[in-house]
Structure formats: structure tokens, C-alpha cells
Antibody
Framework: QVQLQESGPGLVKPSETLSLTCTVS????????WTWIRQPPGRGLEWIGH????????NYHPSLKSRVAISVDTSKNQFSLKLDSVTAADTAVYFC?????????WGQGTLVTVSS | DIQLTQSPSTLPASAGDTVTITCRAS??????LVWYQQKPGRAPKLLIY???HLENGVPSRFSGSGSGTEFILTISSLQPDDFASYYC?????????FGQGTKVEIK
């Protein structure tokens, strides 16, 4: 059974870069798409983007495209999210998930607060 | 972007009730739509894919229907475990978008 676990700082200062890693266990990052989704406190879900395991076919939400990058490290069986120039509006629970269309496997989510 | 509008936003209900949640798309998504259930502090769980296909392990009291721009999630004989939030999501085009969610709460 594939399991995903997000990790990274829970507090990021405004204008800095948010960096999160998702570690995949019980399976391989190979031959799958890997997705990031976020959920501001008390609000709905927002798709951030996804990428194929080989780094190809990356797609990002247009509203974040200039600030976001998703990458995969096959040697560590991990994939990562970087979001530049964060503001308070980026405060959210960030979920990693496996899939291109159907997201059957999710991490538990990690809260990232943007505050000085 | 394709906008998904769910109604209602909140749905008071009792155990044993049959409830329906509607998801309307701003343009056709064919049947490229899924439904997720989310409980507080938890990740979403896939319930229905391709608009009407029940995910493995999901109770048969959940069902989905629709195509194009209008979709319905039905929960028959609501169980205590079903009080949660429900989201539709389309994958017909980029960016993938979610409905704003429907919270099924105890009446």
C-alpha cells in the first residue's frame, strides 16, 4: 500500500520560499504522476500542479505558475514543491498525492503558515 | 478555468436520510469528474470517478450520476460516518478545479 508523507517547515516568512517534500513509501515514484494540492484553513481545495516521475508533463495552476515548481527525485523516492515569494494568502494545509486524474493516495497534509 | 459550483454549501441531515449534492460546471467536462469525501483534519478520500463509477471499497450507498455540466452525488441511508464534507473535481482540462464543497452536518 502506497503511503505518502509531507515534510517541511511549518512557518515561512513573507517573501521567502516555501519548500515541501513528499516521501513515498510502499511503492515507487516511477511511472506515476505526482500532485500537490492545498487547502487554506476552513476553505476548499485548490489544485497546485502535477508532474510525471521523469520530470516531464508538468502542469501548474495559472495563478501560481510564475512562483511554483514541482520536481521528482527518483533516487530518494520523493517529490517536492517550491513556492516563491509567499504571502499570507499561501497559508494552507498542503497535501501531496499520487495520480494524474484520480487521486487515490494522499499524504496526511501539513500546515504551512506564512507569517513574520 | 472551469468553475464548479456545488449546492447546497451546507446540508443538515439525519442518519437514515437520502441526500443529494449537485455539482454544476461552467462548461462541459464530459464525465471527467470525481467526488471526494473529506473529514476534519484528514486528507480527501476518492468516492466516485468518471462521474458514476464507485471506487473500490466505497459503500454502495454512495452513487454518482451526470455528464456534461450537471452532476449529482447521492448518499442513500446516511450513516454516522458519512457526516463530512464532499467535493467534486474536474479533470477535463487544466487547471484541475474543485467545487467549493458541501458539508453534510447533523440536523
Amino acid at each position: 500500500q502506497v503511503q505518502l508523507q509531507e515534510s517541511g517547515p511549518g512557518l515561512v516568512k513573507p517573501s521567502e520560499t516555501l519548500s515541501l517534500t513528499c516521501t513515498v513509501s510502499g511503492g515507487s515514484v516511477f511511472n506515476s504522476y505526482w500532485t500537490w494540492i492545498r487547502q487554506p484553513p476552513g476553505r476548499g481545495l485548490e489544485w497546485i500542479g502535477h508532474i510525471f516521475y521523469n520530470g516531464g508533463s508538468a502542469n501548474y495552476h495559472p495563478s501560481l505558475k510564475s512562483r511554483v515548481a514541482i520536481s521528482v527525485d527518483t533516487s530518494k523516492n520523493q517529490f517536492s514543491l517550491k513556492l516563491d515569494s509567499v504571502t499570507a494568502a499561501d497559508t494552507a494545509v498542503y497535501f501531496c498525492a499520487r495520480g494524474y486524474e484520480l487521486l487515490r493516495h494522499w499524504g496526511q497534509g501539513t500546515l504551512v503558515t506564512v507569517s513574520s | 478555468d472551469i468553475q464548479l459550483t456545488q449546492s447546497p454549501s451546507t446540508l443538515p441531515a439525519s442518519a437514515g436520510d437520502t441526500v443529494t449534492i449537485t455539482c454544476r460546471a461552467s462548461q462541459s467536462v464530459s464525465t471527467a469528474l470525481v467526488w471526494y469525501q473529506q473529514k476534519p483534519g484528514r486528507a480527501p478520500k476518492l468516492l466516485i470517478y468518471q462521474a458514476s463509477h464507485l471506487e473500490n471499497g466505497v459503500p454502495s450507498r454512495f452513487s454518482g450520476s451526470g455528464s456534461g455540466t450537471e452532476f449529482i452525488l447521492t448518499i442513500s441511508s446516511l450513516q454516522p460516518d458519512d457526516f463530512a464534507s464532499y467535493y467534486c473535481q474536474q479533470f477535463n482540462s487544466y487547471p484541475r478545479t474543485f467545487g467549493q464543497g458541501t458539508k453534510v452536518e447533523i440536523k
